[in-house]
């Protein structure tokens, strides 16, 4: 018996250079978060590789990932614009983040969706044994539960949601909904990171489908769904770990020459309206206007991983961050010293660390969040217990993380305050909260979490099982 996990993404994809395939890492807290736990059990995990492989190379790919337990579904160029970029990212993102005004909804999307679900479904098949454990992440698969309950009715199937679920009065906009809650309700245990996810979850597929609710149990012809929360969290001890290597030492030593008297501030995501990056930035531009005295004193060192930037409203993101931050150095900057350090590319781990390890201030603020993992990745890294996170109440992890200064991204003079109380607090105050939520951050890791997802996945199966033989 093994847990067979299904995503739209592998935790690698392949890039392609002068003809040679390379895999490297994915982004995102789907893959950062469950990448490294799945090697550890026995699990195989299906998924897009991430870019169109043509017909006649793709055995030599499926090759290079089944040495990891990677099982490739590939998408043509078609899927990828219609149920990759469109469905997912141009319907389901914007409505789950509340966003309805940038959703399109278009029908070949749909159509798309619907078929490429299909084409999971059918790869699955081709690797599922009978008591293999099914475990289906994210929106972009919602109808794969579905699809799975009618080819395998006994079959134990989880499925994760990485990204908010929205109210029902945001939920209920999208032409296709009662098509999505009934693929969701194939699943045997929904899992969402809050409980006010769960609360928006079982409010909507009660007034929308002929199911009720018990707590937190849907009852539908007579099966029964359970919906809980499970906040994820990240690989603490790597996290913790890394900060101590040579490597990163050097790369913290690197930052911090010349700078001993500068406070970094620091903020990464991938690039997404979701993110509220824009806001941070003007709430930057108020402090240094508010508070003059910072000019030459603070940096802004901004990581935007690129992503979905074939999307529209993505890559006009893009130009609107190049534009603001060009025009704020051009404005701010000194001969030695510019406010915003601005990077759009990935990095990998090692510069990461040293940088969370190296920056006084963390500032996260989306409009929006499933979790976010890098509030997480910043306190597991700060082995000194000091630096301050500044971080959104929108964000899935601002339930757990209650000693962050905690902001409404909306609101900007919030942010600028709250970065002027990060720069004053005291270092007492500062290891008082870090070490609280350094605290939490390692109780409840990844493991943590893909354990209890599985414990409770088992004991719904088999509560299911005890109430058919009665
Ligand atoms: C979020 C989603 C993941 C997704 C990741 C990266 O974390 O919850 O499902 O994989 O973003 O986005 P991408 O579109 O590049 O897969």
Not at 208 to 217: A, C, G, I
């Amino acid at each position: 018996m093994k847990t067979v996990i299904i995503s739209n993404r592998l935790p690698v994809k392949i890039i392609e250079e002068n003809n040679e395939y390379t895999l490297i890492p994915s982004e995102g807290g789907l893959a950062t978060g469950l990448g490294d736990v799945y090697k550890s059990g026995n699990s195989i995990w299906i998924g897009w590789p991430g870019i169109e492989v043509p017909d006649e190379r793709q055995e030599e790919v499926t090759q290079k990932l089944a040495a990891l337990n990677l099982y490739p579904v590939y998408l043509t160029q078609n899927e990828i614009n219609l149920y990759y970029e469109g469905f997912s990212n141009e319907v389901l993102w914007p409505v789950f983040h509340y966003l309805v005004t940038y959703a399109h909804y278009e029908q070949s999307y749909w159509d798309c969706y619907q078929s490429v679900n299909d084409k999971f479904a059918k790869s699955a098949m081709q690797v599922l044994d009978r008591k293999d454990k099914i475990w289906i992440q994210d929106y972009q698969l919602l109808l794969l539960p579905g699809i799975l309950r009618e080819k395998l009715p006994n079959a134990t199937i989880g499925f994760f949601q990485h990204i908010p679920f929205p109210s029902y009065e945001i939920f209920r906009l999208i032409p296709w909904r009662e098509e999505l809650l009934n693929g969701l309700i194939g699943a045997d245990l929904i899992g969402f990171h809050t409980f006010d996810d769960v609360r928006h979850f079982i409010s909507t597929a009660t007034r929308l489908l002929p199911v009720n609710s018990s707590s937190n149990v849907l009852n539908s012809n007579e099966r029964q769904i359970v919906v809980e929360a499970f906040p994820m969290g990240i690989d603490y001890d790597k996290f913790s770990g890394l900060t101590a290597t040579e490597e990163v030492q050097k790369e913290i030593n690197y930052f911090r020459a010349g700078k001993e008297d500068m406070k970094v501030i620091l903020s990464i995501d991938r690039l997404d309206y979701s993110k509220g990056i824009l806001e941070r930035l003007k709430a930057l531009e108020l402090l240094l206007q508010h508070y003059p005295e910072y000019i030459g004193k603070i940096e802004l060192f901004m990581i935007v991983v690129p992503s979905r930037d074939t999307v529209p409203k993505y890559s006009e993101l893009r130009d609107q961050i190049d534009q603001f931050v060009g025009n704020l150095n051009a404005r701010y900057r000194s001969m030695n010293w510019i406010p915003v350090n601005y990077f759009y590319r990935s990095f990998p781990i090692e510069v990461l660390s040293a940088l969370y390890a190296t920056a006084d201030i963390c500032l996260v603020t989306p409009m929006r969040d499933g979790m976010n993992l890098v509030s997480k990745e910043y306190v597991a890294s700060r082995n000194n217990n000091d630096g301050v996170l500044i971080l959104s109440e929108m964000a899935g992890a601002s339930k757990e993380l209650t000693d962050a200064i905690i902001v409404n991204p909306n609101n900007l003079g919030d942010i600028m305050e709250a970065i002027v109380t990060a720069l004053k607090m005291p270092l007492a105050e500062q290891k008082l909260r870090m070490k609280a939520m350094r605290a939490i951050v390692e109780k409840f890791n990844v493991k943590h979490w893909v354990n209890n997802f599985i414990l409770r996945l088992n004991e719904v199966k088999d509560s299911q099982k005890s109430l058919l033989t009665k």
